[in-house]
């Protein structure tokens, strides 16, 4: 595996409820992200955080809240969602050089799917 | 502005053919140009990526890429395909951030 591990795997929830994923990096890297993959769309990213600090929100609803205690662990709170929200959620983690730009690829966990019901 | 093209959504190809599979991009400045698989129920894994210096790149798993910048692609490249190499191709591009293409199914029949 590729060092990164997310929980649950499978999440079924009704748009009543609150639930949280999951992200830990063993790898000691210092950025964490979030994308959203829905079929047949590209990848979406929806946050960024860069030592513990977010970085990037691109304009994700406030139904969605992250959470980065520190830098080996990302979580994603949902609240009230809708059913288009429906997707896999997948985390990845790099090492950054800095604010800016980097060369170095990202590792990806195996992703949460959620259904919103 | 940047972005990625994936011209197709599906390859097939028989196993020991080559495969390829395209990807165009669009950056204001330096491209840094990144291909990743995705296999079922799995996350992304990284296989190759080209930052400067020799335009082929060779990667994981034999495959290979090659940058060129009068065309603006990074076609990525496997001499011999296996049926093992079935799976979703994604190709991405990072300026300020990185962008992914919609990604490519790869279908090799035995």
């Known amino acids: 595996e590729t060092g990164v591990t997310q929980t649950p795997r499978h999440l079924v929830m009704g748009m009543t409820n609150k639930k949280s994923l999951k992200c830990e990096q063993h790898l000691g890297h210092n950025a964490m992200y979030w994308y959203k993959q829905s079929a047949k769309k590209p990848l979406e990213l929806m946050f960024v955080y860069n030592f513990k600090e977010q970085t990037e929100n691109n304009s994700v609803p406030s139904r969605f809240s992250p959470e980065c205690p520190n830098s080996s662990h990302l979580f994603l709170h949902l609240h009230t969602l809708q059913p288009e929200d429906s997707a896999l959620y997948l985390c990845a983690s790099s090492q950054r050089q800095g604010v800016r730009q980097s060369y170095n690829e990202q590792f990806f966990g195996p992703g949460t799917r959620l259904t919103v019901l | 502005a940047q972005s990625v093209a994936q011209p197709e959504d599906q390859v097939n190809v028989a196993e020991g053919n080559p495969l390829t599979v395209k990807c165009t991009y669009s950056?204001?400045?330096?491209?840094?140009l990144f291909w990743y698989v995705q296999y079922p129920n799995r996350g992304l894994q990284f296989l190759l990526k080209y930052i400067t210096g020799d335009n082929l790149v060779k990667g994981s798993y034999g495959f290979e890429a090659e940058f060129n910048k009068s065309q603006t692609s990074f076609h990525l490249k496997k001499p011999s395909a296996l049926v093992s190499d079935s799976a979703l191709y994604f190709c991405?591009?990072?300026?300020?951030?990185?962008?992914f293409g919609a990604g490519t199914t790869v279908t090799v029949r035995a």
């Open positions: 950056v204001s400045g330096n491209p840094y």
């Open positions: 991405a591009v990072r300026d300020m951030r990185l962008s």
